[in-house]
């Protein structure tokens, strides 16, 4: 469990950094996020963070999206973060995840005139799917959302439903994961990746099929 986080401008106990039921962004989803890696090398006796400073830059960007004023440059948050794991003391692979968001305890759907707040935590994390050996995967009956209804580019919390949609319905056919289409049948990602893969020289793009998910056989 985490011992701390850094919330309303300090590093406080995590059983301290709490929001109220009535906060905007818990109501409406109006926050963005990201999930940042580290690794633990038992061999240099080190947590190495992957790709610390784009995250950062990435989570710029979503605020810009949402309206959000966040008051840390993309440099200042990496070194909270770096401050807030040598806080934990992890020896193990963990997650960060920072957050910013409408704080406002108010009923109203915008995003313009409201409080901005940044918080962010980290705690143990391992593999995200068990096994060497690969993962069951199907082709997702949610297609992902479309760039101009919710913008995809950012992560924004509330549309992270799209997500969840997809990978319980993975779950609940046998599967580890699912792959998301566009609109137009294209591979898009993963619930909680991107997708990558090999290809010869004498490939070429394929569609894929549009099929249900009841339909869809499990691929390695």
Not at 4 to 18: R, S, T
Not at 138 to 160: C, E, F, H, L, Q
Not at 187 to 195: D, F, K, W, Y
Request: glycine share 6%; aromatic share 10%.
């Amino acid at each position: 469990m985490p011992k701390y986080a850094f919330f309303k401008g300090n590093f406080v106990p995590i059983e301290n950094a709490k929001v109220s039921i009535m906060t905007h962004a818990f109501n409406y989803g109006t926050g963005c996020f990201e999930g940042i890696r580290a690794y633990w090398n038992a061999d240099e006796n080190q947590l190495f963070v992957f790709r610390l400073l784009e995250h950062f830059q990435r989570l710029h960007r979503s605020c810009k999206i949402l309206h959000i004023r966040l008051p840390y440059s993309p440099e200042e948050l990496s070194d909270l973060l770096v401050e807030l794991l040598r806080r934990e003391g992890y020896r193990e692979d963990c997650y960060i995840r920072p957050i910013a968001y409408k704080a406002d305890e108010i009923i109203g759907v915008r995003l313009h005139n409201l409080t901005d707040e940044f918080a962010m935590f980290a705690t143990p994390f391992g593999r995200y799917i068990e096994g060497e050996l690969g993962a069951r995967v199907m082709i997702s009956p949610w297609r992902r959302v479309d760039d101009n209804a919710i913008p995809a580019r950012a992560k924004i919390t509330g549309s992270y439903i799209n997500s969840a949609l997809s990978k319980t319905a993975a779950a609940m056919a046998g599967c580890d994961e699912a792959i998301v289409l566009t609109h137009d049948g294209h591979v898009s990602e993963a619930v909680p990746r991107t997708c990558s893969w090999c290809a010869t020289a004498n490939s070429s793009p394929r569609r894929l099929p549009t099929t249900s998910w009841k339909a869809s056989p499990a691929r390695r």
